[in-house]
């Protein structure tokens, strides 16, 4: 039966982000990625990511981002550690 899946009946919330935000530039393929998570684990991923950002000096108003806009403050590998 379906209901005897784990997790089955719980909800989810979705998180996605498309790649490219300049849209209208005749590309061919549009891409869009998302990720998943139950919603009784938002708390612990909330605490998670909140001792990454205070362990590498990100405000809650700073992008943690892999590419893109960084915090100014962050190297390179500042960053992309951060986001790892």
Do not use: W
């Not at 992008?63 to 992309?80: D, I, N, P, Q």
């Amino acid at each position: 039966m379906i209901n005897e899946r784990p997790g089955a009946g719980a909800m989810y919330l979705m998180f996605g982000d498309e790649a490219d935000a300049e849209q209208g530039r005749g590309q061919k393929f549009f891409v869009y990625g998302a990720v998943f998570i139950n919603a009784e684990q938002v708390a612990e991923l909330h605490d998670d990511v909140q001792k990454i950002r205070d362990k590498f000096g990100y405000g809650n108003t700073d992008s943690l981002k892999f590419s893109g806009a960084r915090k100014t403050l962050a190297t390179m590998s500042t960053g992309s550690e951060a986001c790892s």
